[in-house]
Nanobody, 123 residues
Framework: QVQLQESGPGLVKPSQTLSLTCTVS??????????WSWIRQPPGKGLEWMGV???????YYSPSLKSRTSISRDTSKNQFSLQLSSVTPEDTAVYYC???????????????WGPGTQVTVSS
């Protein structure tokens, strides 16, 4: 059973870079069984897919966030990370890491989720 856990600061100042890490257990991020994504949910809004890193390290991003988003991985720690630059209060959200059996932009396609971590952007 794949398990995911997000970690990172809960408070980020405007214009800074948000950095989160997802630690994966029960499955390797380098096997071609899963794709690994970041998904967020702003207060009062729906889930928003941000981007994905595939088993081979290739990445794909939401067009609306592509200019500010980077997803990377540390295979030695079985972790993947999110960086979102130039944040504003509109980036305040619960951030989730999730896994699916195929690359998808639809949150409904994701089988495994971390518990989520609240990130607030405020000075």
């Amino acid at each position: 059973q794949v398990q995911l856990q997000e970690s990172g600061p809960g408070l980020v100042k405007p214009s800074q870079t948000l950095s989160l890490t997802c630690t994966v257990s029960g499955g390797s991020i380098t096997t071609n069984l899963y794709a690994w994504s970041w998904i967020r949910q702003p207060p009062g809004k729906g889930l928003e897919w941000m981007g994905v890193i595939a088993y081979d390290g290739s990445t794909y991003y939401s067009p609306s966030l592509k200019s500010r988003t980077s997803i990377s991985r540390d295979t030695s720690k079985n972790q993947f990370s999110l960086q979102l630059s130039s944040v504003t209060p509109e980036d305040t959200a619960v951030y989730y890491c999730a896994a699916s059996s195929a690359i998808s932009v639809r949150p409904d396609d994701y089988d495994y989720w971390g518990p989520g971590t609240q990130v607030t952007v405020s000075s």
